[in-house]
């Protein structure tokens, strides 16, 4: 059943709201839609208010500080907002930090998705009507939990793209933790007749992006005359996409998507690290360059470009090489299509850094010192 959303205002859970992907939404859902939302997030490291300035105080908004493996606060939420959609974003989502600490991977994407669907349940047997009948339970993951594809550099001829039904092959604790809660969310629809959709994304990127991860750690970096960490050759390939196009790609499927099925969203921009970081040094150069702000070489000579601040490094343990998103699903089914080219996103995206150092500022508390894996003092 797909649900008819063109005149009616409905109310949106969204979990992890204040995280990168989840703010996005958040604002789309404020900025574009009639829609009325509650953000519930527990506020860990990566969750940040500040991305919601623009938004917090429109009557349309809510916030619940609230872990999803916390069953009774849950139980508190649905009843006293009575969502009519769940969209699921809350998760530990860095690679990095599931190799150097797993567990609270397998708490949050597991236990916590585990939580989140037994109260999501337990909400949906108690509604009537129309309400009960239009109820949906939307579980945002991620490529990564199909593995990764061959690489350029070791098949030759057309690549293969991963697809809805692509086989399960994940590589990290990260991705093996969203592909477990992946299958609950299919089992608890099985099972129990939980109306839910799942969406499969690759690499998002754009502004309130925690700098941990790699574009936003490259323009803050490149700022402070700082190395450049690339793993390995910098050939890992990924699949861009810009998270604004993501945050409204999400928003279609949670209200018009048929239930049960699965959507892939990609970007149709499958760039090589390498590149990604050469191409943020090219507008860094072009916009602020170097010498401007007078930025040091490690010799101590005037910087004169920020291309000479790459620094390769030991590759990640187990690093999937190349990840690429077949869309033609969603694209034919939904009508949704990536509005920004990598180019013109990437642009967009290291100007919002440049504008925003503030929020920057606050993001960085102190505990956190842009390190990458094996870096940690």
């Known amino acids: 059943m797909i649900l008819n959303t063109q005149n009616s205002k409905l109310k949106i859970l969204v979990t992890g709201g204040a995280g990168f992907i989840g703010s996005a939404v958040v604002r789309h859902l404020i900025n574009d839609t009639e829609h009325h939302v509650v953000n519930l997030d527990k506020l860990t490291y990566a969750g940040n208010l500040e991305s919601l300035k623009t938004v917090d105080q429109n009557p349309r908004y809510a916030f619940e500080q609230v872990d999803i493996c916390d069953a009774t606060e849950l139980k508190r939420v649905f009843s006293q907002h009575q969502p009519d959609i769940i969209m699921h974003l809350a998760a530990e989502s860095h690679v990095d930090r599931s190799i150097d600490g797993p567990g609270e991977f397998i708490q949050t994407n597991i236990v916590g998705t585990y939580t989140l669907l037994e109260q999501a349940r337990a909400y949906w047997a108690g509604l009537q009507g129309d309400k009960k009948a239009n109820f949906r339970f939307h579980h945002i993951s991620t490529d990564e939990v199909y593995g990764d594809l061959p690489h350029p550099e070791e098949q030759t001829g057309e690549l293969p793209l991963f697809t809805e039904t692509t086989a399960y092959a994940p590589s990290s604790p990260y991705s093996a933790s969203k ?57 890992q390939i990924r699949d861009w996409l810009y998270v604004e196009d993501h945050a409204r790609a999400l928003v279609v499927v949670a209200t018009q998507g048929k239930l049960g099925e699965t959507y892939n969203i990609g970007g149709h921009n499958e760039k090589q690290n390498i590149e990604v970081v050469k191409t943020i040094c090219d507008i860094l150069d072009e916009v602020m360059p170097p010498a401007d702000r007078n930025l040091k070489g ?54 919002w850094y440049l504008d925003n150092q503030a929020w920057c500022q606050h993001v960085q508390d102190g505990s956190y010192q842009r390190e990458r894996l094996g870096e940690k003092h």
């Open 179 to 235: 592909a477990a809660s992946d299958h609950l969310v299919r089992g608890w629809l099985r099972t129990y007749g939980l109306p839910t959709l799942v969406t499969n994304c690759s690499n998002n990127y754009g502004p309130y992006h925690f700098p941990e991860k790699l574009i936003p750690l490259v323009i803050l970096n490149a700022l402070e005359g700082k190395p450049l960490p690339i793993y390995g050759k910098g050939n």
């Open 298 to 351: 490690k010799d101590g000579s005037p910087l004169t470009t920020h291309h000479s601040l790459l620094s390769f490094v030991a590759d990640r343990p187990g690093h999937d090489m190349r990840y690429a998103i077949d869309a033609s699903k969603i694209k034919k089914e939904l009508g949704w299509t990536p509005q920004e080219t990598f180019e013109t996103g990437i642009r967009k995206t290291v100007q």
